[in-house]
């Protein structure tokens, strides 16, 4: 049964407060509209929206009083010719929602106009153009979705626009900004992923701060790559423009939860005065044309050591027939070895079977190194290639864009050289906690 079969089996429309019991847990709030047909959206007393599955085990309740959800009045775009173009990709999350202050009612769908709605000062920045690549929750995402993307930013390109911003969830915003780093080898035109932390019902929404400090960055700057833009810290008073393939989400609730690990922002930008802040010299310029390798190796794992890992999990990805796997390893980047090196010798199956591995750390911060200890000379010894400086995502990443492109021998051998800047030469580490 789809949501529409469903509200008219209940007698139910969209605003409506109800009750709802589903997976062994309660929900009440009022239902909102939401483009996932198989999916009850409601908006939480708490602010925050919930989507539940539509299943057979789902109990719902009509309770007293409801929200009318409108679609709120959509602002007809004045175009100014003399400013720049900026076309915003939206893929979901919690970016790309908004609330008709009015009802409190949540608009999960999205457009240009929705956009100014919300933020009507970006029109004085660039004329605004918007695309539909999809309404999802970036936990959702896997890497058929990268190839939406680098569709909707080829289309972008040829229609001329002078810089892209694509709306995504904050969840996986992270190695999608790697994979699109990988994936657009050169780019005439900067192209910022923007996410926010707080939806933008809440009076405490980072959504409209971090996409006006986008288009200003895009509209000033000569960078031509990936870049990923959020708050600097959590005052509202700049954003940074983060590395794409260096960028991690590292606090759940933050509104600067985004850091470049190992490295610093290319540059901030101060939300009142507008000016911009270079912290990088060699990122990435404008080149004259748009080059793009779309294609990513499914068959890539990552897996996490801990104690008590058992040796099946390991043999699991020989079994499936993996073509790569990212062993996120401990401090220097060890793996277990276990009684007469079996996990050793785990890793070296995997690998004389045909399975390119890659070893990254579990710290995060600082590089590994295959050869202070012996045990990691043993792992080391296995054929298995110690990626640098590169967190684990963004090693999984790289290696599913280097399977899915070049051949096993060049990717063992591209895996620890550096192409985006996902590899520094020296780690930073202080440069990320500045207040
Ligand atoms: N679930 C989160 C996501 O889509 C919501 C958000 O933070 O944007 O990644």
Excluded at 87 to 104: F, M, N, P, Q, W
Excluded at 229 to 240: I, Y
């Amino acid at each position: 049964m789809n949501l529409k079969e469903f509200l008219k089996k209940h007698n139910l429309e969209e605003g409506q407060l109800v009750k709802v019991k589903s997976k062994g847990r309660e929900f009440i709030g009022n239902i909102i509209p939401n483009s996932n047909e198989n999916t009850l959206a409601l908006k939480l007393g708490s602010g925050y929206n919930v989507g539940i599955t539509i299943d057979e085990k789902i109990s719902i309740e009509k309770l007293e009083g409801s929200k009318k959800v409108s679609k709120g009045k959509s602002t007809k775009i004045e175009k100014t010719p003399a400013l720049p173009k900026i076309t915003i990709l939206h893929t979901g999350g919690t970016i790309a929602s908004r609330v008709d202050y009015k009802t409190g009612g949540v608009i999960a769908s999205f457009t240009a106009e929705d956009l100014i709605a919300m933020i009507p000062e970006i029109t004085k920045i660039a004329n605004i153009d918007s695309q539909f690549v999809s309404n999802i929750m970036s936990e959702d995402m896997n890497l058929g979705h990268y190839g939406l993307m680098l569709k909707g930013i080829k289309k972008a390109v040829e229609s001329g626009t002078d810089g892209i911003i694509i709306g995504h969830g904050t969840d996986t915003l992270g190695y999608s900004a790697a994979a699109l780093s990988f994936a657009v080898e050169k780019s005439p035109v900067p192209i910022i992923i923007v996410g926010a932390q707080r939806s933008s019902d809440r009076g405490s929404s980072d959504a409209g701060m971090n996409l006006i400090c986008a288009a200003e960055f895009i509209t000033k700057t000569d960078f031509g790559g990936i870049g990923v833009c959020l708050h600097t810290s959590s005052a509202d008073s700049s954003c940074s423009i983060l590395p794409g393939p260096k960028t991690r989400k590292m606090h759940t609730t933050r509104r600067d939860a985004f850091k470049a690990i190992n490295d610093t922002p290319i540059a901030t930008i101060d939300y009142k005065t507008k000016e911009i802040k270079y912290l990088q010299k060699n990122y990435s310029k404008k080149e004259p044309e748009l080059i793009i390798k779309n294609k990513f190796d499914e068959k890539v794992g990552i897996l996490k050591t801990y104690p008590g890992i058992n040796l099946k999990q390991l043999i699991f990805f020989k079994k499936e027939k993996y073509s790569g796997l990212i062993i996120e390893g401990t401090g220097l980047g060890h793996t277990p070895i276990f009684e007469n090196d079996a996990f050793v010798k785990g890793i070296k199956e995997l690998i004389d079977s045909g399975i390119v591995v890659g070893i990254t750390s579990q710290c995060i911060f600082g590089r590994v190194n295959p050869s202070v200890y012996t045990n990691l000379r043993k792992v080391s010894a296995t054929g298995a290639i110690y990626c640098e400086d590169m967190i684990a995502e963004t090693a999984y990443i790289k290696l599913s864009w280097l399977l899915g492109n070049y051949s096993t021998e060049k990717a063992k051998k591209m895996l620890s050289e550096n192409l985006r800047g996902e590899i520094t030469k020296i780690s930073k580490y202080e440069e990320n906690f500045v207040e």
